[in-house]
């Protein structure tokens, strides 16, 4: 007792956030008298001043003791610390020993039966809850309920409805329920789910026909929604119908289920008359009533069922006008198309009508004369459009979907400019910090950027020229720059970017996101393909977050799984791991556990092989071999059927697109069809199939093994060491390589084959990143030591060439990859013939204009001095590069003349466009912060139009940076 | 009925874990906090039903509350923890119907006395928000996000608390520490 009594500050600072003083208090007790609590104690004060393996240490050491050293509390304590530093199994041998020492101790038991839950050991929680439920006769809790939970957690998701498990929770339930032990509503959606999964909604509705049990569900429409369902199940219709009334009528009138269930049952009468005008009544009452006529319910149910119901030859005039009349009351409203597009797709089935009914809105927008109103509308009527198939060739010519773009994104700009101007007036004529500096709402007109991007895209698939994707991101950097939360810019600039292998501005985008937590499953497929294709540094970010993701969630769902027992939230148990297993089976945490094995071999591999003079490339045996055998086997498996049950978790619904039905989804074929993408990698979600997702995983695992056995089971020589050194980190270490070959293969077995200049191509592609890839690995600060240019350019030369001799040497071995393709070594003379042709045309064409790069600080002015080019001159070296600055030329000669002299004055990045003389450049130079940044922060102030061209401008550079990289 | 007479057309529906792959039309929102598992997984084991999800038509997510309910005797309350609507389907009454769905929980699942819900004191567009839904500041609290910026304690008082006492606003602004609950 004075032990526990002398505990309290030890407690305190514990839970004061101290561990530092709690560790002074335990030190000197302990010199005074040791005893096991304060061991105890002290481990978990070190594992929160982060000593956790010294924690671990002394735990363990305690852990071994036998009683009474051992007394309840010592062995409650170390299950608390276990549990805390995430040792589950520990944890659970303290628990099982606490409750052996004394079965009657129904805390204990309890505490028990948390840990097997934490540590997800269902088959030992089920055998102890059993014990539990026949040990104590008056229980402090259900142990039969929990029992019945735990059984439920055994069946699988997809069980059939016969499933035996499934029988026998149901009829635990049943018991529970007769026994009156049913007490809320927790325990009776449980039940409920059981009987759905089971098909027994006539059972269900037996249940709930106490009206006590059904009040358990206290919001009535939540019950209401509930009985009409079951009703709408076992085919009463009447009864349903009733309900589905009374829930619009007494409690929610625009609640959508209620009126797609209510005409669900009309259509199941068969289309009675006085059913139809019964219904009828009832939606013109709300439409007519002052307090329901804003509601978007009654008159969308009103074109539902005008669309199921059966018609005899009268065409389609009578949902069509209740179309265009949904469109007058709801036009200016975001969701409008959301909400028609399922109709109009169903009931304008000729290219006639939907033109038709395209221009008649177009019409209706011009009769709005509220300026901003008018704006709604027609952004309304655009998103129509668009998704009804009229901004395509059959509707329109190229010169009039241009103009239309064009419109599109100025009629944005004046609203967008005018809206900010008002916000910056509103703001400063309000008190300081009253009024927030962005107020995240997304301005009127947004989504006629998006469309216009869309055409702008549609154009470069049909022309192939790069200028329409340069004009599309120029339009996105503008408006973003005007509306600075609307994600769905961001979005789009993302996708654009990273499959241009602009990473930096991608992973720019992807953090000003904020994407995190469980976005990282769902979304960062968008740019990580390509990070690890383009720039494995900017990637590593994201997979790091990745795996920190994935670390936390086994632990947090599980323990959750025991919060929902001990706080009788018994509907959510399923739900909770439901979830675990979703994230367990990422395809995302399985290739990202497998990618950044690659990362560590190559980032934090000792020598770098392409870097001439560089260390006995023996020195790379024994990290590698640690590598491969601190490598768990199930991160490297590339059994099919393990491959096969990953779950793809994206969310590809994020991105607006208001597709046409006849277009692919547009990002499959940013991917597919165009010639700056052809690398089929960075599809993903956006159009790969699984298929194709399992093959390039599974080529990459194979890989690593090839590589970890070469490494375990042989002891290579130091020339055959070199190739396999060179192997990594220039072709098999960069996943595209991997990637082709797997879409190969698919394409093999399903006899579905591209062209093959597509595939040649990317090939080609694939070698330039490899040599990228290097570049930028040994760019980084904590690479392998930074180069002087030359000796890189060497480096790379040399690499194509060993590229060349590896080639040849796969293709001698059996059995390996990369005999999948026989053409590379041709296609490598391809890329050295193209590397000399574009660093002399780069040359040729830049020299005469550039600015003498200032040799220090102090040359500034002189830079600075240096004439502009004049602007026709200009236009002539944008057109080189395959730009051209449509209707924009008035902003040329200023802007570009503004862009020379910032960046002179900044220095780094001209230095891309400089002449070049390798005696004078380092590698350090590709380091420079983005041109962006640059160009952006010096003409932040300049008006839109300069912005707009500004934005090309800053592209041309970008795209000189990479070319410059690939080809310099 | 309380007069929900505006177009949100919705299908109202509990808030499933599903739901967190594919809430991300509402969740990139800058204004919308994306959470730790921990959080969702936090009110979902204590208050299973005070998370719903405003599902569109074609099953797009277009908005969701999160709530709790905390406090002794009679200051046992309902408290808003987040409401939030996806851009495309704001200007429809969406917020105002996800906040009686919470008022309603309030009421007749917890039987509480009143509904309350913290906001930043510059974000000037939700504090006239709430004031239309009948919410009014019950209190100041000082620097209460992140040290930098007050929060207002907006409060809207049930049925149970028959003479609205808990609404009476505090002469003075409270420190966070002052906080009850």
Redesign the interface.
Known sequence: QDMAARLVPIYEALDGGQPKQALKLITNMMKKKPASILTVLKALALHRLGSTDEALALCDQISSAQPPEMDETVLRTLNLVYKQMGKNEQATNMAERAWENDQRNEEAAIQLFYSYAREGNLAKQQQHVMKMSKLYLRPREDYVLWAALTILLQVPSDAPPTHPMLGLTSKMFEKIAAEGRMKDSEILLVYLDILERMNKPQEALRILSSSDVANMIKLPFERLKTLAHLHERVEQWDEAIKLYRQLLTDHEPDEWDAYKGYIACIQKKGFLAQDVEELMKLLKGFQTDQKTCLCRGPFLAEIELESIKPREGEGNQAIVSLMLQYFDRFGAKGCCVYDLKPYMLRHLDTDQARAQFGETLLEKTRGVSDSEKNLRYYTSCIQIQRVLGMHTASHMTDAALLSLANDLVNKFIASAEEAVKKAKQHREAAPKGSVAEDDGERLVGSDLVLVAVHILLEMHFKSTSEQYVYQAIAILELSLVLSPSNFQFKLHLLVLYARLGHIRRASDLFQSLSIRNIQLDTLSHIVLDDALRYSPPHARPITDTILHFHKQNVDQTLESVAQCFSHHAYSRIEDISRLKKRLQSSHTYASTLTETLFFNMILYAPTAPLIPDEPDPNDLLPFIKQLASNTKTDVIDAKYDVLRALQLNEDVESIDTWQPETEQPILTRLIAEAPMCQCTTSVRAYGRTKEEQVEILRLRRLTLQFVFDAFIASSPKADELRDILLCINDVLAIPSVSASMGVLKVEEQTGRTQSFDAIRWNTVRHVFEAIITVLELCAEPNGPAVQTLPGKLAAVHKGCEDMLGLIKGMLAQKDHAFIAIPAFFSLVAEVMFYVHAMMKKAHDILCPYVPAQPSSRKGKKAAAAAKPPPASELQKVLAAFGVQMVGLSESISLVLNGVLTSCTVSSPPLVLLAPFDPAQTSIDHLKQPRVATLIGDALSQTQTGHVLALQQVRLVLTARILAFKVFG | ?K???????????RF???D???Y??I?????TE?????FY??Y??????FLFMAE???K?P?GYVIGKAEGKDELWHGHVTAVTVA???????LAD?LMH?LE??SE??YNGYFVDLFV??????AIGMYHKFGYTVYRTVLDYYSGEENALDMRKALPRDKLKKSIIPLKHPVTAADIEW
């Open positions: 009925n007069s929900r007479g505006r177009g949100t057309m919705t299908s109202l529906r499933r874990c599903d967190l792959f594919k991300n039309n969740n990139l929102d800058p204004f994306t959470f730790q598992l921990n997984f936090h979902m084991s204590q208050w299973p039903d569109s038509p074609d797009r277009m851009p495309e389907y704001r200007r429809i009454g119907r769905l309603d929980i007749q699942s930043r004191q510059s974000n000037s567009i």
